[in-house]
């Protein structure tokens, strides 16, 4: 980590250029006027390392690849790319042809996330800076790179839920486990706002059998009933499932707060109400169980619930997490299904080719 923080960048400084190649794409990384997401960079990224990562492309390529594009020796190279990966920095993966390949990540979701074992006090600091500076407006130009999915037992019983609907199914359709602590409740207790809520739920899949045995990125593996079980604990502690929004290779379940994610604090302290696609479910109240004791209230994050005679939603603040659902003493909520027209698929699959086709060489 460069540990040497640049008080002023030049025109042509390569943290400047890796800002511009991150901003690029659908995620972004907007600039800042006070030059803190540079900081941030130059926190994270040697001069060599943001040199090198400016250069890469979204597509996987193998370090021969990379070299031979950017005229640069190869050894040298492939050391460098296994060093970026390691900290978090690159993605790292199999190539078409089965290869080793190395590519760009974005920030969010991306390297920012791979940071919880490089956290600390300057970092957190730091990327907080950035957020309120700069970042809070990647919120209103992206894409809703996350979705909520609900809490299982919140949507009836006799409704369809599709596999990628439902967060004990996408747990069970994955081959290997893990987790690990939550980087933004990382953050935000290092710079001395922590918000309660548990660490050790962000959880890590996939879908090829002993994927995390040789990882070096802080991964703790569970088994498929570990994973359950922090499932079950990350909403009984009230925390939300999102994950990408996307139907095929769902590889992350983030257990989410607005008091510290960087996504849903987003809705809480700016008023961003789009920032994340909402489940396919929205709440429904049974009026004649109803008694309007509001203990549901202090389970919705989002004030999608107010209290009249009976407890009413307000279906567009709603999100569909179904957090308040095991809450009513009276069983009068659950989740029923959107109407058609307020029920759209999940859409990453459509613009991750705009990002692949929007970062050039």
């Not at 040298?76 to 970026?84: P, Q, S």
Request: charged share 20%; aromatic share 6%.
């Amino acid at each position: 980590m460069n540990t040497t923080i640049p008080t002023s960048f030049s025109t042509d400084s390569v943290y400047r250029r890796l800002a511009r190649v991150l901003d690029e794409l659908p995620n972004r990384f907007p600039a800042a006027e006070d030059e803190s997401d540079l900081r941030l960079l130059a926190k994270l990224f040697s001069e060599p390392e943001a040199e090198l990562a400016a250069q890469l492309s979204l597509d996987l390529e193998t370090p021969a690849q990379i070299a031979g594009r950017l005229g640069r020796d190869m050894r040298e190279t492939a050391g460098l790319l296994k060093e970026m990966s390691r900290k978090g920095l690159i993605t790292i993966g199999k190539t078409k042809e089965g290869r080793l390949g190395f590519g760009l990540m974005p920030f969010v979701v991306g390297i920012y996330e791979a940071q919880v074992n490089r956290m600390d006090a300057e970092m957190a600091e730091l990327y907080e800076a950035y957020y309120q500076s700069a970042f809070h407006r990647a919120l209103l130009e992206q894409p809703q790179v996350h979705r909520v999915i609900p809490v299982g037992e919140s949507v009836k019983n006799n409704m369809e839920v599709r596999p990628f609907e439902s967060a004990s199914e996408i747990v069970n359709m994955a081959q290997s486990w893990g987790v690990v602590d939550c980087i933004c409740r990382t953050q935000k207790a290092l710079i001395g706002k922590p918000c309660g809520h548990p660490l050790d739920v962000c959880m890590i899949l996939s879908t090829q059998p002993n994927a995390f045995d040789n990882n070096v990125t802080g991964i703790r593996m569970q088994t498929q009933e570990e994973a359950l079980q922090t499932l079950q604990r990350a909403a009984q502690a009230g925390l939300v499932h999102c994950v990408s929004n996307h139907q095929r290779e769902l590889w992350y379940i983030c257990n989410c707060c607005t008091c510290s994610c960087g996504v849903l604090r987003g809705m809480a302290e700016m008023g961003i109400a789009n920032v994340v696609a909402r489940s396919a479910f929205v709440n429904q109240v049974d009026e004649s169980l109803c008694v309007g004791c509001g203990e549901c209230m202090q389970a919705c994050q989002f004030s999608a619930l107010t209290l009249e005679d009976v407890i009413r939603v307000d279906a567009m603040r709603c999100v569909g997490c179904g957090l308040c659902v095991p809450v009513c003493p009276q069983d009068a909520l659950s989740l029923v299904r959107r109407p058609g027209e307020e029920d759209p698929p999940p859409t990453e699959e459509d613009w991750r080719q705009v990002r692949r086709s929007a970062h050039l060489h």
